[in-house]
């Protein structure tokens, strides 16, 4: 089944403890983006990548980063998460980065930093 | 710089009857247009989208928007509403003068009632 896959769905975790969550599409997609979700402000992107070792930041990108060594994988790390990074991270992948093509999104991952 | 309002943060109707959601948008560009539907503990899953054409777009689950380029909106429609049609939904932009940024709507949940 062609999907997007994130793991882990639940976190808890706990401040200045490093985490990273990975992120993997299996469609051979080029562009690959990570927002995070929080009530009353929709979604924000905070990095994407558009291909292999190419990736720049989004609108939110201070506290994260990201890597992307293959193409099927686009983990985001929190080196040293705070509580205002408590939120709902998706994933998402595309075809290209070219701005016709919609995104194709992962379950979502809820992250509790306390 | 890109922008989209969502004014209502909740939407309610009776099943059976039309359904409206509102999106407005502001770019400097051409706009490219989308729908996603976030159903409970679900990711987005794309509904439609508007990238040059014909105003009125047909998407998924009998839903249509209409591109307005005088009143910059893209409102979201669906002539009889089923109490499945229940979720959170988000209106989303990009523009051909940025660089594979996309901004989200604030979300609007949409409650049928029985």
């Known amino acids: 089944e062609a999907q997007v896959t994130q793991n882990p769905r639940y976190l808890i975790t706990v401040t200045g403890k490093k985490l990273t969550v990975t992120c993997s599409q299996n469609m051979n997609h080029e562009y690959m983006s990570w927002y995070r979700q929080d009530p009353g402000l929709g979604l924000r992107q905070i990095y994407y990548s558009m291909n292999v070792e190419v990736t720049d930041k989004g609108d939110v990108p201070e506290g994260y980063k990201v890597s992307r060594k293959e193409k099927r994988n686009f983990p985001l790390i929190l080196e040293s998460p705070s509580p205002n990074q408590t939120s709902l991270y998706f994933c998402?992948?595309?075809?290209?980065?070219?701005?016709?093509?919609?995104?194709?999104f992962g379950p979502g991952t809820r992250l509790t930093v306390l | 710089a890109q922008s989209v309002a969502q004014p209502e943060d909740q939407v309610n109707v009776a099943e059976g009857n039309p359904l409206t959601v509102k999106c407005t948008y502001s770019v400097s560009g051409n706009p490219y247009l989308f729908w996603y539907v976030q159903y409970p503990n679900r990711g987005l899953q794309f509904l439609l989208k508007y990238i040059t054409g014909d105003n009125l777009v047909k998407g998924s689950y009998g839903f249509e928007a209409e591109f307005n380029k005088s009143q910059t909106s893209f409102h979201l429609k669906k002539p009889s509403a089923l109490v499945s049609d229940s979720a959170l939904y988000f209106c989303a932009v990009r523009d051909d003068s940025s660089a594979s940024k996309i901004i989200f709507g604030s979300g609007t949940r949409l409650s049928i009632r029985p």
């Open positions: 998402a992948s595309s075809l290209s980065h070219h701005k016709r093509i919609n995104e194709q």
